[in-house]
């Protein structure tokens, strides 16, 4: 044992390797690799195309931190939420590079799978809220305009916990999310929520790798 049993847990019955039931999870998460693009017009009318706009593996073309809490419910369902710190190089329509910023809040709902002791897949759902600045190097130096988004994002996943023990599990996953990008428009009065729009959309696929802390 890591840690005490809780006192929300029943002493005479302290956890095994894979259990989830009224337990705290606390976890980090690395995103190992991944793809983001958007749909954009083709020439023909009313014709889409996928485009591709960025691929890369730990920390190349782009980096992203999660973190954050989840509560199990029961053996099969686990709700909680996730905060992200993301940081990736940007390209404007000008030709100009730039560094984009932001993070995001999720919460989210884990279904976990058929047990099979020590490994516990699910299926995830998510939804949440996040913001972006993005930083623009014109002329040999970095502009003083900071060109900010916000951004509702909603996403799914594939994965499994892989418990150690009781209280330590490594976690894998393939994640989809589907982010609206809301900018300010040009002349509208600042202290006006109707002054965003959504401007573009994009898409991102990970393998995300991490460690979760079970209570």
């Known amino acids: 044992m890591l840690a005490s049993t809780p006192p929300w847990r029943d002493p005479g019955q302290p956890p095994v390797d894979g259990d989830t039931a009224t337990r705290l999870r606390v976890f980090f998460d690395l995103e190992a690799a991944h793809w983001s693009g958007n749909i954009v017009a083709a020439k023909e009318p009313g014709a889409f195309k996928l485009r591709s706009s960025s691929v890369g593996v730990f920390g190349y073309r782009r980096t992203a931190l999660g973190f954050g809490l989840g509560w199990g419910i029961n053996e099969w369902l686990v709700v909680g939420a ?84 009781e209280d330590l599990s490594f976690d894998v996953a393939i994640t989809f999310d589907y982010r609206w990008n809301m900018r300010p428009r040009p002349g509208a009065p600042p202290e006006t929520f109707g002054r965003w729009y959504v401007a573009d959309t994009n898409m991102i696929a990970a393998v995300v790798l991490g460690l979760s802390r079970w209570f």
């Open 82 to 165: 996730r905060g992200e710190f993301a940081i990736h190089p940007d390209r404007d329509s000008q030709g100009n590079a730039g560094i984009v910023r932001g993070g995001s809040f999720q919460p989210y709902v884990e279904l976990l799978f058929a047990r099979m002791r020590h490994v516990r897949p699910f299926v995830l759902g998510r939804a949440g809220i996040g913001g972006a600045a993005a930083f623009r190097h014109k002329d040999g130096a970095w502009s003083g305009q900071v060109s900010r988004t916000i951004v509702p994002s909603v996403g799914v996943g594939l994965g499994t916990h892989a418990f150690v023990n």
